[in-house]
């Protein structure tokens, strides 16, 4: 198991530090290269799509614990690219395991052919359905404006929240971009639909255990990323303040400043610690699994935030500019916080969770 | 004997179980809330010798000293089934527990071994540390007590500071100055020393809280110490220290950090039951959570500190950030506690010494600081991560 887990780590490490490289990701900032398409072409010819799909469909039948080594080197290297929501999606159509569904599209994603969109918030007011058809616009979506398929929650008529799967191409359903501010990934959506009819729609049963796919591979994935992040942010800081001379000394030398990079690692040390924890919980089978990813996430993004505002500050005035990453750093962290549950909300959906375990002794 | 079952995960715990229910008094805890200081160590010299009857206190020391080597897991099921039952603790044994075998493992003599380890078993002796002075803590290398040499004696004098459970204890591992020439690191030399030797005067401190026999000031007046009571080498003391110092990293708090978790997953239990009005209060239900999910953050890397020492990883910097974390998130625990029992934690009511958690929210609060303080401080703490760590450079 670790040696499959290093062995994947080493794979992705050396395709991102050769191809994601500072002056590349600038470079695809400034709309001068596709690196997103180009580390997409790598992932399809090196099995990272398909590394959680099931043999039977084409995969390499690996579990969970995959997710947080490839989106931790994504977040190091500030990699675009649309692997947090092709992974969610995967995960998602795993736990539905309906036998055609699998066949059509599993082989598809696994080649990279099809890019999916996952819904980002667990709003679903907005899109309802009525008679079997999708009208309204959806929460935000994570992935490309380009996708063929999306993950859309929608209301059901009798007030249910459900999943809808469908296929962006027709003429009900426009998808369009939501411009957001983290420049390593430009990748929000909306689908606005118009009696649509979807591929299928996941209520009840289905509908419960394709959200906690949904939350368990989303929420690994943006959490390790954050991670990936922060040690990024700090590695980065600590390597200028130890260059940068002030009174006749690196400013690394400063015990105001040792302590507050000492925070930032302990901190990115006990959100790391969490998120493996809940990681063995979750392959573990253990109750409540649900509630201790989501706890680790909110504190992995936190941790990680505080990192990358730390770096702007300790930087000083080059900290300000565009010139540095450290705007990069806190745009994606920033991001993360707000992707599949904010740490406030995942808090109270934790609390949610622990309690309502107890209700049957309490009344 | 339970510990037959020490690879035989569910025999253990049943075992520990049946074991726990028949030894330990149900009404145990009633019956130390509100006692004394003296007869709360009476108790835990008592429970020791429970726990010992099955060699449960050192399960974790070597075969050839009586111990079994307990692995990880066994040793984390005997934490735990202390904890569910909330039974008492044994603050007073630490270092006769911990300190005393790491050190002697590595550089105490045969004699010094066969004397002092099975006495610690069988009699239930208690240890204390004699390292820190007015002048020396933090910076501990510059301590001044001072052994000098005469004959087959060494006679020392000076004094030390903070010494837990020295009122109690029978011997004491102490760090004296034995050369003033060189650096300061290379004229420590470490000594075993008989509490009950002539010239030794404990003056109990009484702490924050009230308590009056938790640390003492210990003076020492040409206290004779036969020179065999040397540990390693004369001027050796410092990096023998280290050794002492690692102990103090390990299954210590892995021990707490299981009985914080089973203490924070029993208030939701009783919340609940109780309808307890922090649980109608988003923000407070909300940052409860968080303390149980850092926790689980918390317990990993206090297993992975105890994993490193197997594998003789001595310049991991995982200890470090288990020490600040851990105690970090004890005190978080503590305030929360304290705010969430409103000013009722304000109130003066009948102690229990014997337990981590206990029902005094504000005692175990301020107490959370000897956590943060001693073992090195957590300032010095990042002080090592920020130059060992990080790579960051001395000023
Ligand atoms: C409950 C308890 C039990 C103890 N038990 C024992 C025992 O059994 N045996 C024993 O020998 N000792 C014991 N100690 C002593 C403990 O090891 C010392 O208190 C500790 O090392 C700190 O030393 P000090 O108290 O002299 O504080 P100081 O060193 O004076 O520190 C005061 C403050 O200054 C900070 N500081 C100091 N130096 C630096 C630096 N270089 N950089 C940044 N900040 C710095 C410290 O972090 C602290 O906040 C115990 C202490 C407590 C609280």
């Not at chain 1, 899109?127 to 404006?145: D, M, T, V």
């Not at chain 2, 995960?9 to 145990?28: E, K, M, Y």
């Not at chain 2, 060494?154 to 034995?178: E, I, P």
Request: with cysteine.
């Amino acid at each position: 198991m670790l040696d499959i887990k290093e062995e994947f780590r080493d794979s992705i490490a050396s395709v991102l530090k050769a191809e994601c490289d500072n002056l590349s990701l600038r470079a695809h900032v400034d709309g001068e290269n596709d690196l997103d398409l180009s580390l997409w072409q790598h992932a399809t010819q090196l099995g990272w799509l398909s590394v959680m799909i099931k043999e039977e469909f084409d995969g390499l039948g690996q579990d969970f614990s995959m997710i947080p080594v490839f989106h931790r080197e994504f977040g190091h290297y500030l990699a675009p690219g649309d692997f947090i929501s092709i992974h969610t999606f995967i995960a998602m159509l795993q736990a539905i395991n309906d036998a055609d569904f699998s066949k059509q599209y599993l082989p598809e994603l696994a080649a990279g052919h099809i890019k999916p969109l996952v819904p980002v918030t667990d709003d679903h007011i907005a899109l309802e359905l009525k008679n079997g058809l999708l009208q309204g616009i959806s929460g935000p979506l994570l992935g490309p404006a380009g996708a063929s398929i999306a993950a859309v929650r929608a209301t059901a008529e009798n007030g249910d929240p459900t999943i809808a799967i469908v296929n962006t191409k027709t003429p009900g359903c426009a998808i369009k971009a939501m411009p957001v501010l983290d420049q390593t990934r430009r990748r929000l959506c909306t689908a606005a639909c118009s009696e649509e009819q979807p591929l299928i729609v996941l209520q009840d049963d289905l509908f419960t255990r394709a959200n906690s796919a949904l939350h368990t591979s989303a929420r690994l994935a943006t959490a390790s990323d954050s991670i990936g992040v922060g040690y990024r942010a700090l590695q980065s800081t600590v390597a200028y303040l130890s260059e940068r001379q002030q009174f006749g000394q690196p400013i690394a030398a400063f015990q105001a400043i040792q302590h507050r990079c000492a925070n930032i690692a302990k901190n990115l040390k006990l959100a790391e610690c969490q998120l493996a924890a809940a990681l063995a919980q979750l392959i573990n089978g253990d109750d409540d699994n649900e509630a201790w990813i989501a706890l680790a996430k909110a504190e992995c993004d936190e941790a990680s935030t505080q990192a990358a505002a730390e770096s702007i500050q300790l930087h000083g005035g080059v900290g300000f500019t565009w010139e540095y990453d450290c705007h990069f750093f806190l745009h994606r962290t920033r991001l993360n916080e707000q992707l599949f549950g904010s740490p406030n909300n995942l808090r109270g959906e934790a609390l949610e969770s622990f309690t309502s375990d107890f209700r049957p002794t309490s009344q | 004997m339970i510990l037959d079952y020490k690879d035989d995960f569910s025999a253990l715990r049943t075992a520990l179980q049946a074991w726990l229910a028949d030894t330990l008094p149900n009404d145990w805890f009633e019956h130390m809330t509100g006692a004394t200081e003296e007869d709360s160590l009476q108790f835990q010299r008592d429970w020791f010798s429970s726990l010992e009857s099955e060699g449960l206190a050192t399960a974790h020391w070597p075969e050839r000293w009586g111990g079994v080597n307990l692995s990880l897991p066994a040793q984390s099921i005997i934490y735990e089934e202390l904890a569910k039952v909330n039974a008492p603790m044994t603050p007073a044994y630490v270092i006769s527990l911990y300190h005393l075998p790491a050190t002697l493992a590595e550089f105490g003599t045969p004699e010094q071994r066969d004397r002092y380890l099975p006495a610690v078993r069988n009699e239930g002796v208690i240890w204390c540390q004699g390292f820190s002075e007015p002048g020396a803590g933090s910076d501990l290398v510059s301590l001044k007590t001072q052994a000098v040499r005469d004959g087959d004696h060494y006679v020392v004098n000076g004094q030390k500071v903070w010494s837990s459970y020295a009122h109690g204890a029978k011997h004491c591992l102490l760090l004296v100055r034995t050369s003033n020439t060189g650096s300061k690191h290379a004229g420590i030399s470490y000594l075993i020393v008989d509490m009950d030797t002539p010239g030794i005067d404990v003056r109990p401190i009484v702490q924050a809280d009230g308590a009056r026999l938790d640390f003492a000031e210990v003076f020492y007046e040409d206290v004779r110490v036969p020179v065999e009571n040397l540990i390693g080498e004369e001027n050796q003391g410092w990096q023998i220290a280290q050794t002492t110092l690692a102990a103090e990293r390990g299954v210590i708090i892995l021990e707490k950090a299981l009985r914080w978790r089973m203490q924070l997953r029993t208030m939701l239990y009783e919340a609940k039951e109780s309808n307890a009005c922090w649980l109608q209060d988003a923000q407070l239900g909300r940052e409860y959570v968080r303390l149980m999910g850092k926790m689980e953050g918390v317990l990993t890397l206090a297993r992975r500190v105890v994993s490193e020492n197997e594998l003789g990883e001595l310049r991991s910097m995982t200890p470090a950030y288990t020490k600040i974390l851990c105690s970090e998130l004890a005190q978080e625990i503590h305030s929360w506690r304290a705010r969430t029992a409103g000013i009722e934690a304000q109130c003066v009511s009948p102690k229990n010494h014997l337990v981590e958690i206990t029902n005094h929210p504000m005692s175990d609060y301020l107490r959370s600081w000897a956590l943060t303080i001693s073992g090195g401080t957590n300032e010095i703490m990042r002080n090592l991560i920020a130059r060992r760590d990080l790579g960051m450079p001395k000023n």
